[in-house]
Each structure stands twice: as C-alpha cells, then as structure tokens.
C-alpha cells in the first residue's frame, strides 16, 4: 500500500507565501517523477509542476516565477514553495507521484489540500 499526504495548505492574503509538502510512504522501490496539480471549482485539473528524479524541473505558465517546486529523495517528500499568490491560485492541490512498488509502476494521487487566496 502507498500513501501521498500533503499538508501546508490554509488560508493566504494576495501576495503572500505558503509552502506544500507531500510525503509518500508505503513499500515503494522508487520514485520517477513527483508533481503538483490543482483544481479550482468548476474547472479542470491542472498541472502546476513537476520534477524529475534527477531535479529538472516543468511549470505552468500561470506560476512561473513565483513557485518553486523541490524534493527530497531521501525523504520521498516533494515540496511547493508559492509566492507572491494571487486569489487566482485559490484551489484544491494535489500531490502526484509515479511510483515502483514490487509489482508495477504507477501515478499516486494525495487527498488534497486546500489553499485560498484572500483578503
């Protein structure tokens, strides 16, 4: 059995920082990619960024600049670090992971955290 928990969301005002952290556990062989997407109400899921094992990094447009994801291997834990939010970052975000157990590789999703930009 594998897990994703993320923990770091709340409520922000505009222009202020928060930092997510997803932590796998379970019997995981290893990792590839580790990512971050959201979901705002009445709108699709979307990637927020992602990095590769070795740390090359992928981002949307939307925060390029302002959010910087990170991971620690040996912690099977992938970070968020946002800054300057907008109220347009208001959403649900998700932790999302590939992972090899013993028996197959496969996309892992975590429970969400909620994150509100607002004054």
């Known amino acids: 059995q594998v897990q994703l928990v993320e923990s770091g969301g709340g409520l922000v005002q505009p222009g202020g920082s928060l930092r997510l952290s997803c932590a796998a556990s379970g019997r995981i062989v290893s990792i590839n990619a580790m990512g971050w997407y959201r979901q705002a109400p009445g709108k699709q899921r979307e990637l927020v960024a992602r990095i590769a094992f070795g740390g090359s990094t992928d981002y949307a447009d939307a925060v390029k600049g302002r959010f910087i994801i990170s991971r620690d291997n040996a912690k099977n834990t992938v970070y968020l670090h946002m800054n300057s939010l907008k109220p347009e970052d208001t959403a649900v975000y998700y932790c999302?992971?590939?992972?090899?157990?013993?028996?197959?590789?496969?996309?892992?999703w975590g429970q969400g955290t909620q994150v509100t930009v607002s004054s």
């Open positions: 999302n992971a590939d992972i090899r157990t013993e028996r197959v590789m496969r996309g892992y």
